[in-house]
């Protein structure tokens, strides 16, 4: 796949109701996007997946969902308001703004070819916004950069309460804000995202074990998401790489058309967080350890992922043109359980009661997966649509359905149709789907 192909699943994002410009009325805001009617069900699809494999699938781990403006002295303590930066570089001539680790302050301007280059700035990630009626009177705080530290912030009050024991986890889902310098490539890099995030405490020194599992259940959760394996690695972060506060971090990453790039980090932060916490707040962040009647503050192995990320990997790792019989064929092989729509119900013609059957088949259908019903257009045409739309099956009623209740089913990768009774349409489909 190539860059063009990107552009490719933008328009088909768009074509299709997965992904819309924002506010493109007004002409759009920059590296914001809106999630359509199909992008919505593939995104909370996604977010279901993740939440059953790290949360309600494991003993050990619980839920919470923290507030998004959050005291300033949250951020202080955190270090976003002093390190939260990226090195800023404009090109004097054209007025070009890049990340100046992005680019080699060596050679020219890519846009403009002339070398002219500011001094490198920092500058700080995080939105400001002022809380009260007054903004000079308001106070200051920010819309978080990162959904982890409500979950640090939270550590006595999710531990006392759920009365989990060491090692044990708290995960959060939700929207982050990063002002970024310089956006782009589609869903990977816009200001306003979701994270899925698992901080998990540990005893210090059980720090290695725990993030070489959590490495292994992570890349195999994007394994799981039915994204192609050869295309996803685990790469170790060079020790010049990483956070002040961490000793060791991966990064899970696909291969897009435009390089390897991050999808997710799974860190080993130390006690920092729940250490900063505790001095900036004055209220102890420990630990009472039963096991020998201790008070300690434990470790933490972070696993950070980004909703928007994952859906364009899927998008992108699904994405095929194809030849059928001299025409093209543009499918997304969506993994069947992330597919926005699970199955279509099409009546071959739209009289002799076959719309009525199929609207019967759809409702039972949605008593388990989505379904669809689309009598509009030759069935050639409406499987196309449906393949675009990454629908894994589609069941087509016609004239022998009202004399023998058979249908067929279709295989959206395969195109293979089989006939099998009305009755087993659940079945089958549940069958086929892991
Ligand atoms: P990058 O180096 O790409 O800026 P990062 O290392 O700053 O990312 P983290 O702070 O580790 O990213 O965030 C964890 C995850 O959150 C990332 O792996 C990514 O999936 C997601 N994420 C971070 N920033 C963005 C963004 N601007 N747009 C979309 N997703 C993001």
Not at 110 to 124: I, V
Not at 178 to 192: K, Q, V
Not at 224 to 233: A, V
């Amino acid at each position: 796949m190539d860059l063009k192909s990107i552009e490719n699943i933008v328009s088909l994002c768009k074509r299709r109701g997965f992904i819309f410009q924002s506010s493109e009325i007004y002409g759009g805001l920059g590296s914001t996007w809106d999630y359509g009617p199909y992008g919505v069900e593939m995104k909370q699809k996604i977010k279901d997946f993740w939440w059953h494999d790290v949360v309600t699938s494991r003993e050990n781990v619980v839920g919470m969902d923290a507030a998004i403006l959050m005291h300033p002295k949250t951020w202080e303590a955190s270090g976003h308001v002093s390190n939260f930066h990226d090195p800023l570089v404009d090109c004097k001539n054209c007025k070009a703004r890049y990340r100046a680790d992005h680019v080699d302050l060596n050679k020219p301007c890519e846009r403009c070819g002339k070398k002219d280059w500011t001094e490198p700035r920092q500058f700080n990630l995080m939105f400001k916004t002022a809380i009260g009626p007054v903004e000079d009177s308001g106070e200051i705080t920010y819309l978080r950069p990162e959904t982890a530290q409500g979950i640090f912030v939270n550590f006595m009050n999710v531990q006392g309460t759920s009365r989990q024991k060491l090692p044990f986890g708290i995960a959060q889902l939700g929207k982050a804000f990063r002002n970024e310098i310089t956006t782009g490539n589609f869903l990977f890099r816009t200001r306003e995202f979701e994270q899925m995030e698992l901080e998990f405490f540990i005893y210090p020194g059980e720090n290695e074990k725990s993030l070489d599992y959590w490495c292994k259940e992570r890349l195999n959760w994007f394994k799981k998401l039915g994204i192609n394996p050869e295309k996803l690695r685990l790469r170790p972060h060079d020790k010049d790489e990483l956070a002040h506060y961490s000793t060791a971090c991966f990064d899970v990453e696909y291969e897009f058309p435009f390089g390897w790039s991050e999808l997710e980090g799974i860190a080993d932060r130390g006690t920092f967080d729940l250490d900063q916490h505790n001095e900036y707040s004055g209220k102890k962040q420990q630990y009472f350890d039963p096991q020998t009647n201790e008070r300690i503050i434990p470790a933490v192995v972070e696993s950070s992922a980004g909703v928007d990320r994952t859906f364009l990997t899927c998008l992108v790792d699904a994405y095929c043109e194809e030849e059928v019989r001299d025409e093209k064929r543009i499918v997304l092989k969506l993994d069947p359980k992330i597919a926005p729509i699970t199955c279509a119900v099409f009546p071959l013609v739209k009289k002799d009661g076959l719309p009525e059957i199929s609207q019967k088949i759809v409702e039972d259908i949605r008593t388990k997966y989505s379904a669809f019903f689309d009598q509009g257009g030759s069935i050639g045409r409406r499987y196309r649509r449906q393949d675009e739309a990454g629908t894994p099956y589609g069941v087509t009623v016609d004239h022998q359905t009202t004399e023998d209740g058979t249908v067929t089913l279709r295989d959206r990768d395969t195109m293979d149709q089989v006939r099998i009774s009305t009755d087993n349409i659940l079945s089958e489909l549940q069958s086929r789907i892991q």
